[in-house]
């Protein structure tokens, strides 16, 4: 092992400066955003749901794969803000003419960007972006990660931690079950990481062997909490007295080939039910990052169910975004 | 012109010499190695160099390096104290055709410096479909025929490679890597890709075509070289077919017997390699392997701009450079897994020479006097200012690495000195 | 340091609502800045026989500093838990010395709604304003030096002041 690298998100005092991933943040830093979230949760109900915190501040939505939902609900928080909101197809735009990723954001930079929200479907992109903006000394300017690649989602992770702390109270002791697609699935890794950060008693990996990484049970080695990663294949089995029960997508291209034969052999066996949800704790809340697949990961009648937690995760999910942009664009002050 | 160089510790893996010594170079080659109170006929009024504090080795063989500016990079060997050098067929364009064997060597020829051998392609334009002119290219100066790191995905014309090779006694190197399991794999499939979300390349995606290839050598009784092992795994397949008595050679990265997955750190694209940096414990397998003698070692020199490295990881460009950090490498790796320099330093002279089958290597009287002279005891920090490649591409950036070159002598020619 | 020579806040709390009494209605609702005010409005609300809940407001997404200062470290959620529309609203804090935190607590319960009017009660008035705000209801002229920070303390149920350098 060479130099040990400095955590890129967190600045020389260890304040949040970019959000790129919940893996190496510290808890205190992971509670402080969720704190911060509920002050920003009753906006929202207010005549004028705005306030003047980040007035003049230019928030881009870099967004190199499209995703209106993800992007949709950042501008609806860095709106609330005050912030102006400049929304960049680069799907489409710049990239396609041959310009890197690095020319892209030192153009914006050039235009006074001072919070890039990045989506992009390569893994480790904003950890890219970050390290160029210290390179080249503009620390003023701020990374908040929209999901990348298989890597992280972390406003994704946070406001299902939000949730979870929202009906749950309290994180020890509870069991967690993450079904699906956690090969490809961000959500999955930002959970994962957020949930041993957290400290809760158990994380159930449930799925089967072609869409779940190697050494899933030492994801958490690198926290101190003594939360247990588990693997099941088996879904009745993973999902016994569970307290939580998060479903990942399935994304269409993965339905049917080497991954899986068939969504409809799939839904059989990774698919919740009201049969197996009958497994879990009977006050089990179910969680899915939408959009939903119905009848492949989800049976409609669990996902319109009373269990179902799906669309105030939605709303939750705008505090915790305001209190992520507003946390970033305040550090190093 | 003679050379007296006195008072040197001498180290020659080959006779295991370690000791106090002087050298005497005559007409290019090595006329004597003596105990330091003696001084040969002839030599009295030869230029002498005094080199207490210095250790002389013989010059390193390095079986990997790529040469994408030819003449800095021959010069940044020389400054790492390599005076031999294999190239591989990966150049642009691929080295398919004899004109092109030719026009590099007769530039390396040129500029006097290191011995440049390449390798040809096994396959035209390393596509893995049609053979190339193999006997041509032999002629023209090949010493061995490689696909480099591009795949081979058709065993039947991987098998008619090899007896190809094998008609004519043609060593051929291959880097066992199935294609399809390695397939859009940028790091290894273990703890480190699964939590930052990188697609992985398995252990199997080495052993699964270390096997077919010994088994297609064994089959054809092809000369078979394996290249840039990086597991535990590759290593036992490769032990257990030696102790069945297949003649077989394989090298290691050097940047592999220091560096593991958890390298990576935060997405860091220097240390994104081909084969990719494994776990911990096949770090130290591929060190026992090669502290034995199973392995021999290269740098693997692979200079990369930055417009190739401020990539996502996965787009990156894998590699480092290693022409100027073989040395100190070595030494590094010696010192930690507590390895006599003998055998250390062997694995980057004499062994490197037998597997490209040249009379090379070593400090015997009469050998070409190609001498790398170094100070043991001199750090000095890695990094653009200090490094004469091309490439700044190195994970050990910044680090304080101890032994530094010299002189470096070719033929009894002083090619370099600091 | 403790400052014997500082007066008792509940014996202040009291009569301020003694000065307060006279000018209000029993439709005026309070809203307290966080902390001190909160504090100081919930003892108001009972001493006024005030029926309608108190509302609290924490001004950190409102403050003016952000810019230089960054996110206040720890923020409680603004509530108003009625309709301010019209309403006459009496707003609490403990110390009112620039100003600014006022003007950010206006402009916040402006957000809410168009109140008919807005006062302002405190317990200690330090000066040195920069801006034009003054305070309807205070019952202590204190002058420090720059350094001083005075702070509204809560210990158990009882209220205190006490210098922070």
């Known amino acids: 092992m060479t130099s040990a690298q400095r955590n890129p998100q967190l600045n020389a005092n260890g304040e949040l400066c970019h959000l790129l991933s919940i893996g190496g943040l510290p808890r205190e830093i992971v509670v402080h955003i969720l704190d911060t979230a509920e002050s920003f949760f009753e906006i929202s109900d207010r005549d004028v749901k705005k306030v003047p915190l980040l007035r003049g501040k230019s928030v881009f939505n870099l967004f190199f794969e499209n995703s209106t939902r993800t992007r949709t609900t950042f501008e609806i928080a860095a709106k609330r803000l005050s912030a102006d909101v400049i929304n960049l197809d680069v799907a489409r735009s710049s990239t396609s003419k041959g310009e890197t990723l690095l020319d892209t954001i030192d153009n914006l930079v050039a235009m006074h960007a001072d919070t890039f929200v990045v989506r992009h479907a390569t893994s480790g992109a904003p950890y890219l972006i970050a390290e160029h903006l210290a390179r080249t000394g503009r620390d003023e300017v701020h990374v908040v990660n929209a999901g990348d690649g298989r890597h992280a989602h972390p406003t994704q992770g946070l406001l299902d931690m939000y949730t979870i702390r929202h009906y749950k109270k309290d994180f020890s002791g509870l069991k967690v079950a993450v079904v699906g697609d956690i090969l490809h699935s961000r959500v999955a890794r930002s959970d994962i990481d957020a949930l041993s950060t957290l400290g809760v008693e158990e994380i159930r990996a449930i799925g089967p062997r072609t869409l779940l990484p190697p050494h899933l049970e030492e994801m958490n080695s690198a926290c101190v909490s003594g939360t247990r990663v588990r693997v099941f294949n088996d879904m009745s089995e993973g999902l016994r007295d569970c307290d939580v029960v998060i479903m990942l997508r399935l994304q269409n291209e993965r339905m049917t080939g080497a991954l899986l034969p068939s969504a409809r052999e799939y839904f059989r066996c990774y698919g919740l039910t009201p049969e197996k949800l009958a497994l879990a704790k009977a006050d089990a809340i179910v969680m899915h990052p939408g959009p939903m697949n119905r009848g492949i990961e989800i049976d409609s009648a669990v996902a319109d169910g009373n269990q179902a937690v799906i669309l105030p995760q939605v709303s939750f999910g705008i505090a915790v975004r305001m209190a992520v942009l507003s946390i970033v664009a305040g550090s190093g002050k | ?418 | 340091m403790s400052l014997p020579e500082f007066p008792d806040a509940e014996a202040q709390c009291r009569a301020l609502a003694d000065l307060i009494r006279p000018e209000i209605s029993p439709e005026t609702l309070l809203v307290g800045i966080h902390s001190g005010g909160v504090w100081i409005a919930e003892r108001l609300s009972g001493l006024l026989g005030l029926s309608s809940e108190i509302g609290q407001i924490d001004v950190s997404f409102y403050r003016d500093d952000f810019a230089e200062k960054g996110l206040h470290p720890q923020i409680r959620p603004t509530v108003i838990p009625f309709p301010i529309e019209g309403c006459h609203i009496l707003l609490v804090d403990d110390v009112l010395y620039t100003g600014r935190t006022t003007r950010a607590a206006i402009n916040e319960l402006f957000d809410y709604g168009r109140p008919a009017s807005v006062r302002l009660a405190v317990l200690a008035d330090r000066g040195e304003r920069e801006l034009p705000i003054a305070a309807q209801f205070c019952v202590w002229d204190v002058r420090l030096d720059r350094a001083q920070i005075l702070v509204l303390d809560k210990n158990g149920d009882h209220l205190s002041w006490k210098i922070e350098q």
């Open chain 2, 1 to 418: 012109m003679k050379i007296a160089i006195k008072n040197a510790r001498v180290v020659d893996p080959r006779s295991r010499l370690d000791a106090l010594r002087n050298l005497f170079l005559a007409d290019g080659r090595i006329a004597a190695v003596t105990e330091v109170s003696v001084v040969p006929e002839g030599f009295a009024d030869a230029r002498q160099i005094n080199a207490s504090n210095l250790l002389v080795c013989p010059g390193l063989i390095d079986l990997c390096a790529r040469l994408p500016d030819l003449e800095n990079e021959l010069a940044a060997a020389a400054a790492g104290g390599i005076t031999t050098l294999a190239c591989p067929p990966d150049t642009t364009p691929p080295l398919d055709e004899a004109r092109l064997v030719e026009r590099l060597r007769h530039r390396s020829e040129q500029s006097g410096l290191a011995r440049m051998f390449p390798l040809g392609a096994l396959t035209q334009g390393l596509v893995g479909e049609k053979l190339t002119e193999m006997v041509k290219l032999a002629n023209a100066g090949c010493i061995a025929f490689s696909q480099a790191s591009a795949p081979l995905p058709d065993t039947l014309v991987l098998w008619r490679a090899l007896q190809y090779a094998a008609t004519f006694g043609f060593s051929v190197w291959l880097r066992p890597k199935d294609a399809r399991l390695a397939f859009e794999g940028a790091a290894h499939d273990g703890a480190v890709a699964a939590r930052l979300g990188l697609p992985g390349i398995p252990v199997s995606a080495e052993t699964v075509a270390i096997a077919t290839v010994l088994q297609l050598a064994r089959d054809t009784g092809a000369r078979l070289h394996l290249t840039r092992i990086s597991s535990a795994e590759g290593i036992a397949l490769i032990r257990r077919a030696r102790e069945e008595g297949q003649a077989i050679t394989c090298d290691v990265g050097i940047h592999h017997l220091h560096l593991d997955e958890s390298e990576i750190g935060y997405f860091d694209t220097n240390a994104r390699f081909d084969p990719p940096l494994r776990s911990a414990a096949d770090r130290a397998a591929l060190s026992a392997a090669a502290a034995e003698g199973v392995l021999a070692i290269c740098s693997d020199h692979t200079p990369v701009s930055d417009d190739g490295k401020h990539l996502p990881f996965a787009e990156a460009l894998p590699g480092a450079v290693g022409l100027e950090l073989l040395l100190p490498l070595v030494l590094r790796w010696a010192k930690q897994e507590n390895i006599p320099l003998t055998t250390a330093l062997a694995r980057v002279t004499c062994d490197a020479a037998a597997i490209l089958g040249l009379d090379a290597g070593h400090l015997s009287p009469g050998a070409a006097a190609d001498l790398c002279i170094f100070d043991p005891q001199a750090s000095w920090q890695a990094g653009a200012q200090t490094l004469r490649t091309q490439g700044k591409n190195t994970p050990f950036s910044g680090q304080t690495l101890r032994g530094r070159v010299q002189m470096t002598f070719i033929n009894g020619q002083l090619v370099f000195s600091r």
